[in-house]
Protein backbone atom coordinates (compact mmCIF):
# COMPACT_ATOMS: atom_id res chain seq x y z
CA UNK A 1 0.00 0.00 0.00
CA UNK A 2 1.20 3.34 -0.78
CA UNK A 3 1.13 5.83 2.43
CA UNK A 4 -1.40 9.12 2.30
CA UNK A 5 1.68 10.72 2.71
CA UNK A 6 3.38 9.71 0.14
CA UNK A 7 0.22 10.83 -2.87
CA UNK A 8 1.33 14.66 -1.78
CA UNK A 9 4.40 14.02 -3.17
CA UNK A 10 2.94 13.90 -6.57
CA UNK A 11 4.68 11.09 -7.88
CA UNK A 12 6.21 11.11 -11.44
CA UNK A 13 5.60 7.64 -13.12
CA UNK A 14 8.20 6.41 -15.34
CA UNK A 15 8.36 3.39 -17.98
CA UNK A 16 11.15 1.04 -17.10
CA UNK A 17 13.52 0.54 -19.71
CA UNK A 18 12.10 -2.86 -20.01
CA UNK A 19 9.36 -4.61 -19.10
CA UNK A 20 9.22 -6.16 -16.08
CA UNK A 21 6.77 -9.25 -16.24
CA UNK A 22 7.13 -11.68 -12.96
CA UNK A 23 3.85 -11.86 -11.35
CA UNK A 24 5.89 -10.23 -7.68
CA UNK A 25 7.49 -7.58 -10.60
CA UNK A 26 4.02 -6.27 -11.72
CA UNK A 27 2.79 -6.27 -8.17
CA UNK A 28 5.95 -3.86 -6.99
CA UNK A 29 5.13 -2.27 -10.47
CA UNK A 30 1.83 -0.64 -9.17
CA UNK A 31 3.58 1.49 -7.08
CA UNK A 32 4.72 4.38 -9.28
CA UNK A 33 8.82 5.28 -9.34
CA UNK A 34 9.02 8.74 -6.93
CA UNK A 35 11.29 11.39 -8.02
CA UNK A 36 10.38 13.91 -5.59
CA UNK A 37 11.90 12.97 -2.00
CA UNK A 38 10.69 15.08 1.21
CA UNK A 39 13.22 16.01 3.04
CA UNK A 40 11.03 15.35 6.33
CA UNK A 41 11.53 12.16 5.53
CA UNK A 42 14.94 11.86 4.11
CA UNK A 43 15.27 13.41 7.43
CA UNK A 44 13.82 10.51 9.17
CA UNK A 45 15.97 8.32 7.15
CA UNK A 46 18.98 10.08 7.94
CA UNK A 47 17.80 9.96 11.73
CA UNK A 48 17.55 6.03 11.92
CA UNK A 49 20.48 5.13 9.52
CA UNK A 50 22.81 5.83 12.24
CA UNK A 51 21.34 4.42 15.07
CA UNK A 52 23.11 1.20 15.90
CA UNK A 53 21.11 -2.27 14.80
CA UNK A 54 20.75 -4.66 17.21
CA UNK A 55 22.33 -7.79 15.98
CA UNK A 56 21.04 -10.97 18.21
CA UNK A 57 23.07 -14.21 17.91
CA UNK A 58 21.47 -17.35 16.39
CA UNK A 59 21.61 -18.02 20.24
CA UNK A 60 19.71 -16.01 21.52
CA UNK A 61 17.00 -16.26 19.24
CA UNK A 62 16.68 -19.98 20.27
CA UNK A 63 16.92 -18.92 23.89
CA UNK A 64 14.24 -16.13 23.33
CA UNK A 65 11.88 -18.66 21.39
CA UNK A 66 11.76 -21.13 24.39
CA UNK A 67 10.75 -18.63 26.56
CA UNK A 68 6.68 -18.34 27.72
CA UNK A 69 6.81 -15.01 29.08
CA UNK A 70 3.28 -13.47 27.81
CA UNK A 71 4.42 -10.46 26.62
CA UNK A 72 6.93 -11.23 24.47
CA UNK A 73 5.03 -10.98 21.55
CA UNK A 74 4.08 -7.65 21.74
CA UNK A 75 7.95 -6.45 22.66
CA UNK A 76 8.83 -8.54 19.55
CA UNK A 77 6.67 -6.15 17.43
CA UNK A 78 8.31 -3.36 19.07
CA UNK A 79 12.12 -4.72 18.49
CA UNK A 80 11.50 -5.58 14.91
CA UNK A 81 9.64 -2.11 14.33
CA UNK A 82 12.65 0.22 15.35
CA UNK A 83 14.96 -2.57 14.11
CA UNK A 84 13.44 -2.63 9.97
CA UNK A 85 13.43 1.27 10.07
CA UNK A 86 17.16 1.48 11.63
CA UNK A 87 17.77 -1.86 9.13
CA UNK A 88 16.52 0.19 5.83
CA UNK A 89 17.43 3.43 6.16
CA UNK A 90 20.83 2.10 6.03
CA UNK A 91 20.37 0.33 3.57
CA UNK A 92 18.51 3.67 1.67
CA UNK A 93 21.65 5.31 2.42
CA UNK A 94 24.36 3.13 0.84
CA UNK A 95 22.17 2.96 -2.43
CA UNK A 96 21.72 6.79 -2.29
CA UNK A 97 25.41 7.18 -2.37
CA UNK A 98 25.84 4.86 -5.25
CA UNK A 99 27.66 6.66 -8.33
CA UNK A 100 25.09 9.00 -10.18
CA UNK A 101 25.16 6.85 -13.23
CA UNK A 102 24.00 4.04 -11.53
CA UNK A 103 21.52 5.77 -10.31
CA UNK A 104 19.95 6.79 -13.18
CA UNK A 105 19.09 3.68 -14.24
CA UNK A 106 15.44 2.72 -13.82
CA UNK A 107 15.62 -0.53 -12.12
CA UNK A 108 18.45 0.99 -9.29
CA UNK A 109 15.68 3.62 -8.84
CA UNK A 110 12.90 1.33 -8.42
CA UNK A 111 15.11 -0.49 -5.88
CA UNK A 112 15.73 2.48 -3.75
CA UNK A 113 12.05 3.31 -4.24
CA UNK A 114 11.17 -0.19 -2.64
CA UNK A 115 13.12 0.33 -0.12
CA UNK A 116 11.93 3.92 0.45
CA UNK A 117 8.22 2.71 0.49
CA UNK A 118 8.87 -0.18 3.20
CA UNK A 119 11.04 2.66 4.87
CA UNK A 120 7.72 4.64 5.16
CA UNK A 121 5.14 1.73 5.44
CA UNK A 122 7.30 0.91 9.03
CA UNK A 123 7.31 5.03 9.90
CA UNK A 124 3.46 5.08 9.52
CA UNK A 125 2.95 1.62 11.55
CA UNK A 126 1.13 2.94 14.76
CA UNK A 127 2.64 2.43 18.13
CA UNK A 128 2.35 -0.68 19.24
CA UNK A 129 1.13 -1.12 22.51
CA UNK A 130 -0.41 -4.31 23.48
CA UNK A 131 -1.65 -7.65 21.73
CA UNK A 132 -4.31 -6.17 19.81
CA UNK A 133 -1.65 -4.54 17.77
CA UNK A 134 0.16 -7.59 16.69
CA UNK A 135 -1.64 -8.62 14.28
CA UNK A 136 -1.54 -4.78 12.22
CA UNK A 137 2.08 -4.92 12.45
CA UNK A 138 2.59 -8.66 11.38
CA UNK A 139 0.80 -7.78 8.40
CA UNK A 140 2.76 -4.82 7.46
CA UNK A 141 5.47 -7.13 7.99
CA UNK A 142 4.89 -9.73 5.29
CA UNK A 143 3.77 -7.23 3.32
CA UNK A 144 6.89 -5.61 3.25
CA UNK A 145 9.05 -8.42 2.37
CA UNK A 146 6.68 -9.91 -0.01
CA UNK A 147 7.67 -6.49 -1.27
CA UNK A 148 11.36 -6.99 -1.33
CA UNK A 149 11.29 -10.46 -2.57
CA UNK A 150 13.07 -9.83 -5.73
CA UNK A 151 15.51 -6.86 -5.21
CA UNK A 152 18.17 -8.52 -5.33
CA UNK A 153 17.11 -9.72 -9.25
CA UNK A 154 16.04 -6.03 -10.33
CA UNK A 155 19.39 -5.01 -8.99
CA UNK A 156 21.20 -7.13 -10.79
CA UNK A 157 19.65 -6.29 -13.89
CA UNK A 158 20.27 -2.94 -13.56
CA UNK A 159 24.45 -3.05 -12.68
CA UNK A 160 24.61 -5.78 -15.11
CA UNK A 161 22.49 -2.46 -17.66
CA UNK A 162 25.22 0.15 -16.07
CA UNK A 163 28.15 -2.31 -16.49
CA UNK A 164 29.42 -0.52 -20.15
CA UNK A 165 29.34 2.70 -18.92
CA UNK A 166 32.14 1.82 -15.72
CA UNK A 167 35.48 1.08 -16.20
CA UNK A 168 35.83 -2.34 -14.78
CA UNK A 169 37.92 -2.59 -11.81
CA UNK A 170 35.80 0.35 -10.50
CA UNK A 171 32.39 -1.41 -11.21
CA UNK A 172 33.05 -4.88 -10.02
CA UNK A 173 34.46 -2.86 -6.51
CA UNK A 174 31.47 -0.74 -5.84
CA UNK A 175 28.93 -3.60 -6.77
CA UNK A 176 30.53 -6.64 -4.95
CA UNK A 177 30.20 -3.89 -1.98
CA UNK A 178 26.48 -2.99 -2.14
CA UNK A 179 25.18 -6.94 -3.63
CA UNK A 180 26.84 -7.94 -0.54
CA UNK A 181 25.30 -5.63 1.67
CA UNK A 182 22.06 -5.83 0.38
CA UNK A 183 22.18 -9.55 0.53
CA UNK A 184 22.92 -10.06 3.54
CA UNK A 185 21.00 -6.95 5.34
CA UNK A 186 17.89 -9.00 3.36
CA UNK A 187 19.16 -12.30 4.61
CA UNK A 188 19.11 -11.19 8.03
CA UNK A 189 16.01 -9.37 7.95
CA UNK A 190 13.89 -12.42 6.46
CA UNK A 191 15.62 -14.22 9.28
CA UNK A 192 14.81 -12.02 12.12
CA UNK A 193 10.89 -11.71 10.44
CA UNK A 194 10.48 -15.45 10.11
CA UNK A 195 11.72 -15.56 13.96
CA UNK A 196 9.50 -13.11 14.86
CA UNK A 197 6.66 -14.40 12.59
CA UNK A 198 6.77 -17.78 14.40
CA UNK A 199 7.11 -16.70 18.15
CA UNK A 200 3.52 -18.08 18.96
CA UNK A 201 4.09 -21.09 16.65
CA UNK A 202 5.43 -24.70 17.43
CA UNK A 203 6.69 -26.37 14.59
CA UNK A 204 7.83 -29.39 14.94
CA UNK A 205 12.04 -29.91 14.22
CA UNK A 206 12.30 -26.12 14.80
CA UNK A 207 13.65 -24.22 17.81
CA UNK A 208 12.99 -20.79 16.37
CA UNK A 209 14.91 -20.42 12.35
CA UNK A 210 17.04 -23.83 13.22
CA UNK A 211 15.78 -26.80 11.85
CA UNK A 212 17.36 -29.30 14.43
CA UNK A 213 16.92 -32.43 12.17
CA UNK A 214 17.46 -31.67 9.14
CA UNK A 215 18.09 -34.01 6.36
CA UNK A 216 20.86 -33.28 4.15
CA UNK A 217 19.60 -36.24 1.83
CA UNK A 218 16.09 -35.00 1.46
CA UNK A 219 17.05 -31.28 0.88
CA UNK A 220 19.95 -32.73 -1.82
CA UNK A 221 16.94 -34.68 -3.31
CA UNK A 222 14.41 -31.67 -3.16
CA UNK A 223 17.00 -29.21 -5.21
CA UNK A 224 18.11 -31.92 -6.80
CA UNK A 225 14.20 -32.56 -8.54
CA UNK A 226 13.39 -28.80 -8.60
CA UNK A 227 16.88 -28.22 -11.45
CA UNK A 228 16.24 -31.31 -13.30
CA UNK A 229 12.95 -30.17 -14.11
CA UNK A 230 14.30 -26.40 -14.68
CA UNK A 231 16.92 -27.86 -16.91
CA UNK A 232 14.45 -30.28 -18.68
CA UNK A 233 12.21 -27.55 -19.75
CA UNK A 234 15.29 -25.59 -21.47
CA UNK A 235 17.35 -28.47 -23.16
CA UNK A 236 14.18 -31.28 -23.97
CA UNK A 237 16.99 -33.89 -23.30
CA UNK A 238 17.85 -36.81 -21.18
CA UNK A 239 19.28 -35.49 -17.73
CA UNK A 240 22.26 -36.57 -15.49
CA UNK A 241 21.22 -38.57 -12.07
CA UNK A 242 22.37 -36.94 -9.18
CA UNK A 243 23.92 -39.72 -6.47
CA UNK A 244 24.44 -38.91 -2.90
CA UNK A 245 26.97 -40.88 -1.02
CA UNK A 246 29.56 -40.55 2.11
CA UNK A 247 27.77 -40.16 5.17
CA UNK A 248 24.57 -40.11 3.56
CA UNK A 249 22.44 -40.03 6.34
CA UNK A 250 24.15 -36.91 8.19
CA UNK A 251 21.42 -34.52 10.23
CA UNK A 252 22.52 -31.32 11.05
CA UNK A 253 20.92 -28.20 13.38
CA UNK A 254 20.94 -25.22 10.44
CA UNK A 255 18.28 -22.59 9.13
CA UNK A 256 17.19 -24.68 6.49
CA UNK A 257 16.68 -21.55 3.67
CA UNK A 258 20.18 -21.05 3.57
CA UNK A 259 20.93 -24.40 2.13
CA UNK A 260 18.12 -24.61 0.25
CA UNK A 261 19.24 -21.47 -1.81
CA UNK A 262 22.82 -22.89 -2.46
CA UNK A 263 22.10 -26.22 -3.06
CA UNK A 264 19.04 -25.10 -5.33
CA UNK A 265 21.59 -23.01 -7.31
CA UNK A 266 24.39 -25.49 -7.39
CA UNK A 267 22.59 -27.86 -8.74
CA UNK A 268 20.79 -25.74 -11.70
CA UNK A 269 24.66 -24.49 -12.24
CA UNK A 270 25.60 -28.33 -12.38
CA UNK A 271 22.63 -30.15 -14.57
CA UNK A 272 23.44 -26.96 -17.47
CA UNK A 273 26.91 -27.29 -17.70
CA UNK A 274 26.20 -31.58 -17.50
CA UNK A 275 23.74 -31.15 -19.99
CA UNK A 276 25.67 -28.37 -22.44
CA UNK A 277 28.79 -31.05 -22.19
CA UNK A 278 27.07 -34.16 -23.21
CA UNK A 279 23.82 -32.61 -25.46
CA UNK A 280 21.78 -35.68 -27.13
CA UNK A 281 23.92 -38.07 -25.73
CA UNK A 282 21.56 -39.94 -23.97
CA UNK A 283 24.06 -41.17 -21.01
CA UNK A 284 24.93 -38.24 -19.37
CA UNK A 285 27.46 -38.67 -16.14
CA UNK A 286 25.98 -38.51 -13.10
CA UNK A 287 26.25 -35.47 -10.51
CA UNK A 288 27.53 -36.75 -6.97
CA UNK A 289 27.03 -35.43 -4.24
CA UNK A 290 29.04 -36.51 -1.34
CA UNK A 291 28.52 -35.53 2.58
CA UNK A 292 31.22 -35.50 4.80
CA UNK A 293 29.98 -34.48 8.49
CA UNK A 294 32.75 -33.73 11.49
CA UNK A 295 32.47 -32.54 14.77
CA UNK A 296 33.45 -29.09 13.61
CA UNK A 297 31.80 -28.81 9.95
CA UNK A 298 29.83 -30.23 7.82
CA UNK A 299 30.46 -30.55 3.90
CA UNK A 300 28.87 -31.16 0.66
CA UNK A 301 30.83 -32.09 -2.43
CA UNK A 302 28.47 -31.74 -5.53
CA UNK A 303 30.74 -33.11 -8.63
CA UNK A 304 29.56 -32.29 -12.01
CA UNK A 305 31.59 -33.92 -15.42
CA UNK A 306 30.29 -31.04 -17.60
CA UNK A 307 31.62 -28.40 -19.14
CA UNK A 308 34.48 -27.52 -16.74
CA UNK A 309 35.24 -23.64 -16.22
CA UNK A 310 38.10 -21.94 -18.28
CA UNK A 311 40.49 -19.07 -16.18
CA UNK A 312 38.54 -16.60 -17.00
CA UNK A 313 35.54 -18.05 -15.53
CA UNK A 314 36.70 -19.06 -12.40
CA UNK A 315 38.37 -15.55 -12.35
CA UNK A 316 35.03 -13.62 -12.63
CA UNK A 317 32.32 -16.65 -11.16
CA UNK A 318 32.32 -15.21 -7.63
CA UNK A 319 31.33 -11.53 -9.29
CA UNK A 320 27.65 -10.38 -9.30
CA UNK A 321 25.92 -9.74 -12.75
CA UNK A 322 28.96 -12.33 -14.15
CA UNK A 323 27.15 -14.54 -16.30
CA UNK A 324 28.16 -17.10 -19.12
CA UNK A 325 24.56 -17.93 -20.41
CA UNK A 326 23.89 -15.90 -23.39
CA UNK A 327 20.78 -13.89 -24.09
CA UNK A 328 20.37 -15.50 -27.32
CA UNK A 329 20.08 -19.00 -25.97
CA UNK A 330 17.69 -17.64 -23.62
CA UNK A 331 15.20 -17.53 -26.90
CA UNK A 332 16.40 -20.12 -29.07
CA UNK A 333 14.61 -22.67 -28.28
CA UNK A 334 10.63 -23.59 -27.77
CA UNK A 335 10.38 -22.78 -24.25
CA UNK A 336 13.42 -20.05 -24.29
CA UNK A 337 10.79 -17.92 -21.79
CA UNK A 338 11.29 -20.39 -19.38
CA UNK A 339 14.48 -19.35 -19.04
CA UNK A 340 14.49 -15.04 -19.84
CA UNK A 341 15.55 -12.95 -17.11
CA UNK A 342 12.65 -10.99 -17.74
CA UNK A 343 9.80 -13.90 -17.22
CA UNK A 344 11.08 -15.84 -14.01
CA UNK A 345 12.03 -15.06 -10.80
CA UNK A 346 15.93 -16.29 -10.61
CA UNK A 347 14.54 -19.46 -8.67
CA UNK A 348 12.88 -20.82 -11.18
CA UNK A 349 14.92 -19.74 -14.39
CA UNK A 350 17.96 -22.30 -15.10
CA UNK A 351 20.61 -19.46 -15.72
CA UNK A 352 21.43 -15.90 -16.76
CA UNK A 353 20.76 -13.34 -13.59
CA UNK A 354 24.71 -13.91 -12.14
CA UNK A 355 23.89 -13.63 -9.03
CA UNK A 356 23.67 -17.34 -8.04
CA UNK A 357 27.36 -18.17 -7.60
CA UNK A 358 28.04 -14.76 -5.65
CA UNK A 359 25.01 -14.90 -3.65
CA UNK A 360 25.85 -18.45 -2.01
CA UNK A 361 29.32 -17.18 -1.49
CA UNK A 362 28.02 -13.89 0.61
CA UNK A 363 25.52 -16.90 2.63
CA UNK A 364 28.36 -18.99 3.38
CA UNK A 365 30.35 -16.35 4.41
CA UNK A 366 27.79 -14.94 6.66
CA UNK A 367 27.56 -18.31 8.50
CA UNK A 368 31.41 -18.65 8.86
CA UNK A 369 31.65 -21.69 6.26
CA UNK A 370 33.29 -21.66 2.96
CA UNK A 371 32.42 -22.02 -1.12
CA UNK A 372 35.05 -23.26 -3.27
CA UNK A 373 35.86 -24.64 -6.37
CA UNK A 374 37.96 -27.15 -7.68
CA UNK A 375 37.30 -26.90 -12.01
CA UNK A 376 38.78 -28.60 -14.76
CA UNK A 377 38.24 -27.30 -18.07
CA UNK A 378 35.89 -29.86 -20.35
CA UNK A 379 36.36 -32.14 -17.57
CA UNK A 380 33.97 -30.76 -14.75
CA UNK A 381 33.70 -28.75 -11.14
CA UNK A 382 33.66 -29.51 -7.86
CA UNK A 383 31.79 -27.72 -5.27
CA UNK A 384 32.68 -27.94 -1.94
CA UNK A 385 30.11 -26.67 0.40
CA UNK A 386 31.39 -26.35 3.83
CA UNK A 387 29.12 -25.23 6.72
CA UNK A 388 30.06 -25.10 10.37
CA UNK A 389 28.04 -26.87 13.11
CA UNK A 390 25.27 -24.89 14.79
CA UNK A 391 27.29 -25.07 18.31
CA UNK A 392 30.23 -22.78 16.66
CA UNK A 393 28.03 -20.41 14.90
CA UNK A 394 25.69 -20.13 18.05
CA UNK A 395 27.34 -17.14 19.58
CA UNK A 396 29.56 -16.20 16.59
CA UNK A 397 26.60 -15.51 13.83
CA UNK A 398 24.88 -12.26 14.12
CA UNK A 399 21.44 -11.62 12.44
N1 LIG B 1 29.21 -26.37 -12.31
C1 LIG B 1 29.57 -25.47 -13.22
N2 LIG B 1 30.16 -25.87 -14.39
C2 LIG B 1 30.54 -24.98 -15.33
N3 LIG B 1 30.38 -23.64 -15.21
C3 LIG B 1 29.80 -23.18 -14.07
C4 LIG B 1 29.38 -24.06 -13.03
N4 LIG B 1 28.86 -23.31 -12.03
C5 LIG B 1 28.94 -22.03 -12.44
N5 LIG B 1 29.51 -21.93 -13.66
C6 LIG B 1 29.77 -20.69 -14.42
O1 LIG B 1 29.64 -19.59 -13.56
C7 LIG B 1 28.70 -18.64 -14.08
C8 LIG B 1 28.02 -17.92 -12.94
O2 LIG B 1 27.16 -18.80 -12.20
P1 LIG B 1 25.91 -18.20 -11.43
O3 LIG B 1 25.16 -19.35 -10.88
O4 LIG B 1 26.41 -17.18 -10.48
O5 LIG B 1 25.10 -17.43 -12.55
P2 LIG B 1 24.21 -18.04 -13.71
O6 LIG B 1 24.05 -19.52 -13.51
O7 LIG B 1 24.81 -17.65 -15.00
O8 LIG B 1 22.85 -17.26 -13.48
P3 LIG B 1 21.84 -17.41 -12.20
O9 LIG B 1 22.14 -16.29 -11.29
O10 LIG B 1 20.50 -17.33 -12.82
O11 LIG B 1 22.16 -18.72 -11.57
C9 LIG B 1 27.77 -19.47 -14.95
O12 LIG B 1 27.14 -18.68 -15.93
C10 LIG B 1 28.77 -20.48 -15.54
O13 LIG B 1 29.47 -19.92 -16.61
MG1 LIG C 1 23.42 -20.28 -11.72
Not at 18 to 32: A, E, F, G, N, V
Not at 126 to 131: D, E, F, V
Not at 194 to 212: F, Q
Not at 240 to 269: C, S, W
Amino acid sequence: MIPKSWKALQPIVKAGSRSLTTSDLHRQLKKPILVTQSSTLQKKINYYAIEPKNEPTIGTLMKESRSRDKNKLVRSCQFMHREFLVRISKVIIHLQNLPYLLLTNEDIKRVLDLYMYAFTDMLHQPKIQNIGDVDKFNETLSGLLDDLQDILLILSRGIHDSQPHFKSEDFNGTVQKIMDYITINRLCNRILARHHLSTHITREGYISVVNTELSLKKIINKNAAFAANVCQNVYMDTLPEVLIDGHADTRVAFIPNIIDYILREILKNSFRATVEANLHKVDKPPIICTICNTPDFWTIRVSDRGTGMTEEVLKQVENYCYTSFKQEQQYSHAFGDLVSVAGQDQGSSLAGFGVGIPVSKAYVKFVGGKLEFQTMPGIGTDVYIKIPQLSMMLDNVRI
